[in-house]
């Protein structure tokens, strides 16, 4: 989400300046590559460039296709093939072993529901949310109608391009990004009787990191958590600790006792909640007061003692453990990379949590059967 913010306020500045702006979407894999789909990067008619579709071997090229499409207002599908050993042919020498294809869209303000007016409504609240961009590969040239729809749980919004296109591709769309919102899973797929190609993408709203306590030890936790595009509360019972001179990139800031905070914490599917107050009792109430746990990490700083002694202190006052709340507590809390320093149990902690929000095993790269990413 945080490519998605910068691109929506780099566009915003375009605005103001009067500057026509094209957006482009990596929106097919075929192997391997720097970047999956979603990426996405907004070019200006001067030139500048917000987000990333590439390591940046394609940025260059990219701006040339994307002032023509700007120049002539119609969408273009751009691929590049990487399979071929001379790669170089393209000026950009990439390496990666993969075919990229890349949607190039123009902006135009004027246009009801355009892509920009799609990304601003995915960030408007944590609710999941359902992109979908259909594409033409066989006629990369033609017009493509690109992003048009946005799906929630509740309504939809689509595009003027969505209520041109056939009823029965419509209907397929509509069917697929409905399975897409309940599997929360991103599908590309051929539309049924048609030569497009739909990219379904799973909008997740950012990760949520709760942090309990306010001590110096918190403080590259939080710069690092802000680097990432995370959205961030710090929660603790010293109103000296918890200021926005200490936490500027702080969006929520809590002051008040254990039992109080638990339901203030704002929780959902994409929340992690770490314990860092150095303070047994108030750990406890935090724990007590969050039970049932809803949120997929909770984690508790310090030896696994300590989690021991929060656990039995739990169940005396009442909490059964099931084997769901086992899966989400983590103590101690961090991926084991040796990490010392306030800094480096920040990234460790990033990490752990990062693995279990994407479902990985966060182990080394080179141990993994296949490509990277898991298309």
């Known amino acids: ?47 500048e460039l917000t987000g990333a579709i590439s390591g940046g071997c394609l940025e260059g090229d990219a701006l040339k296709k994307a002032q023509l499409v700007i120049f002539q207002q119609q969408a273009m599908l751009v691929t590049y093939d990487t399979t071929d050993e001379d790669d170089a042919k393209f000026g950009v020498g990439l390496g990666c072993n993969g075919i990229i294809h890349i949607l190039i869209e123009p902006i135009i303000a004027s246009t009801e529901n355009n892509p920009i007016l799609l990304l601003k409504a995915c960030v408007k609240n944590r609710m999941p949310k359902v992109l979908v961009t259909l594409f033409d590969p066989s006629h990369k040239r033609a017009a493509q109608p690109g992003t048009i729809l946005l799906l929630d749980a509740e309504n939809g919004t689509s595009s003027n391009q969505f209520d041109q296109v056939k009823l029965d591709i419509k209907s397929f769309v509509l069917d697929e990004a409905k399975s897409v919102i309940s599997s929360k899973k991103s599908v590309i797929l051929p539309v049924i009787e048609s030569e497009y190609f739909a990219f ?73 909640v770490v314990l860092m107050t150095h303070n047994f009792n108030y750990d406890l109430a935090i724990l007590k007061g969050l039970y049932p746990y809803k949120c997929p990490y909770i984690g508790v700083l310090g030896p696994k003692k300590k989690l021991l002694k929060l656990k039995e202190q739990l169940i005396k006052n009442g909490i059964s453990f099931q084997k769901g709340d086992e899966k989400v507590i983590f103590g101690p809390m961090g991926l084991d990379i040796g990490a010392e320093s306030p800094e480096e149990i920040a990234l460790s902690i990033m990490s752990e949590i990062k693995a279990v929000m994407t479902g990985n095993m966060g182990g080394y790269l080179k141990s993994k059967n296949g490509p990277i990413h898991n298309n």
């Open 1 to 47: 989400m945080k490519e998605i913010k910068e691109i929506l306020k780099a566009y915003a500045f375009a605005v103001k300046k009067k500057e026509k702006t094209a957006l482009a979407t990596v929106v097919k894999v075929d192997g391997s590559s720097y970047r999956q789909p979603g990426a996405r990067m907004l070019i200006t008619e001067n030139g």
């Open 200 to 272: 379904i993408e799973c909008m997740a709203p950012a990760i949520k990191l709760n942090i309990l306590g306010a001590g110096n030890d918190v403080i590259p936790l939080v710069k690092l958590a802000s680097v990432m595009g995370w959205e961030i509360t710090i929660a603790d019972g010293r109103s000296d600790l918890v200021t926005s001179y200490r936490f500027p990139e702080v969006g929520e800031l809590l002051i008040g006792k254990g039992d109080e905070m638990a339901g203030k914490l704002a929780i959902d599917s994409q929340t992690a």
